[in-house]
């Protein structure tokens, strides 16, 4: 164990310089490495199958935690990897150590009630308070990742059809739809906007300096202005309206492929997938089962 110590800062290194892992994984690496090394140390054991196991026990007693008791296996596991391929041993004894199965969080979500109850209780006097509304109907009616409401431009929103062009991960672009409470919402914000800034509005929603507005600049308003508008037991933050669009849609049954290409999943960006799925059927559908897509 002193001599496979020895090696941690080259190896180390090699993370930084060669696979070019992040100061704050290299980090978490040190001390997985450090603390299984120091065990054997600090009990006198040679490393066995039996001994490696006995390890893993304690960590998981210690933890509690499977996500972190699999980092600290992956860490180890590539620690000795890096080992064999210098020539510095023979064979890997993690490579028999299987890697526990994390517990799959169920996202949060809001009930309809608790979403409709939030939406109808946001303020919209002053242009702040339009811009929210706006940016919250329009999160829950179309399912939008952060990232993406962001850099939605006037240019992308059809109103006559009521129908949004994003531009998703992997540069993948979609068209979703959207209700017209949500529609309603923007329009409101918008006037307010042309009478709040001069010349042309490129981004749709705009920070009270006429900038495009950031992802943290909403998460903020969701923690500091809106978090107690919720009057809930449920942590606040953008993506709870996606899973929320998602959630609502499948109990009243809409089918889930659509739902998946209305999110924009990559899971769907076979061409075998889209064979059958056309923007009437996912709009007809949008209409029939979007809580709001009747008031």
């Given at each position: 164990?002193?001599?496979?110590?020895?090696?941690?800062?080259?190896?180390?290194e090699?993370?930084?310089?060669?696979?070019?892992?992040?100061?704050?994984?290299i980090?978490a690496?040190?001390?997985?490495?450090?603390?299984?090394?120091?065990?054997?140390?600090?009990?006198?054991?040679?490393?066995?199958k039996?001994?490696?196991r006995?390890?893993i026990?304690?960590i998981?007693?210690?933890t509690?935690?499977?996500?972190?008791?699999?980092?600290?296996?992956?860490?180890?596991?590539?620690?000795?990897?890096?080992?064999?391929r210098?020539?510095?041993?023979e064979?890997?004894?993690?490579d028999?150590?299987?890697t526990?199965?994390?517990?799959?969080?169920?996202?949060?979500?809001?009930t309809?009630?608790?979403?409709?109850?939030?939406?109808?209780?946001?303020?919209?006097?002053?242009?702040?308070?339009?811009?929210?509304?706006?940016?919250?109907?329009f999160?829950?009616a179309?399912?939008?990742?952060?990232s993406e409401?962001?850099?939605?431009?006037?240019?992308?929103?059809?109103?006559?059809?009521?129908m949004?062009?994003?531009?998703?991960?992997?540069?993948?672009?979609r068209?979703?739809?959207?209700?017209?409470v949500?529609?309603?919402?923007?329009?409101r914000?918008?006037?307010?906007a042309?009478?709040k800034?001069k010349?042309?509005?490129d981004?749709?929603?705009?920070?009270?300096?006429?900038a495009?507005?950031?992802?943290?600049?909403?998460?903020k308003?969701?923690?500091?202005?809106?978090?107690?508008?919720?009057?809930?037991?449920?942590r606040?933050?953008?993506?709870?309206?996606?899973?929320?669009?998602a959630?609502?849609?499948?109990?009243?049954?809409?089918?889930?492929?659509?739902?998946?290409?209305?999110l924009?999943?990559?899971?769907?960006?076979t061409?075998?997938r889209?064979?059958?799925?056309?923007?009437?059927?996912?709009?007809n559908?949008?209409?029939?089962?979007h809580?709001?897509?009747?008031?």
């Open positions: 164990m002193d001599r496979e110590s020895g090696y941690l800062a080259e190896y180390l090699y993370l930084a310089h060669i696979k070019k892992y992040s100061s704050h994984t980090k690496y040190r001390q997985d490495i450090r603390q299984y090394v120091n065990y054997f140390r600090e009990n006198d054991l040679e490393v066995s039996d001994a490696i006995d390890y026990s304690v998981f007693m210690r509690k935690n499977k996500a972190t008791l699999s980092r600290k296996i992956k860490a180890i596991r590539s620690f000795y990897r890096y080992l064999v210098q020539g510095k041993m064979k890997n004894p993690f028999v150590v299987s526990p199965k994390e517990d799959k969080k169920l996202p949060e979500v809001l309809e009630r608790e979403m409709a109850d939030f939406l109808d209780r946001l303020p919209g006097g002053t242009f702040i308070e339009l811009r929210n509304r706006a940016v919250f109907e999160l829950y179309t399912g939008l990742r952060i409401l962001v850099n939605v431009r006037m240019g992308d929103i059809n109103f006559n059809e009521r949004v062009r994003v531009l998703g991960k992997g540069n993948k672009e068209i979703v739809p959207f209700n017209d949500a529609g309603g919402a923007l329009s914000y918008l006037e307010s042309r009478k800034f010349g042309p509005v981004y749709l929603f705009l920070n009270n300096r006429g495009k507005i950031t992802e943290r600049g909403i998460e308003i969701l923690q500091n202005v809106y978090g107690e508008v919720m009057g809930i037991n449920k606040v933050y953008p993506h709870l309206f996606r899973h929320s669009f959630t609502h849609l499948l109990q009243r049954g809409a089918n889930l492929r659509v739902i998946q290409e209305l924009g999943h990559s899971s769907l960006s061409t075998e889209y064979t059958s799925l056309n923007y009437g059927d996912l709009l559908v949008y209409k029939k089962f809580p709001r897509s009747g008031f």
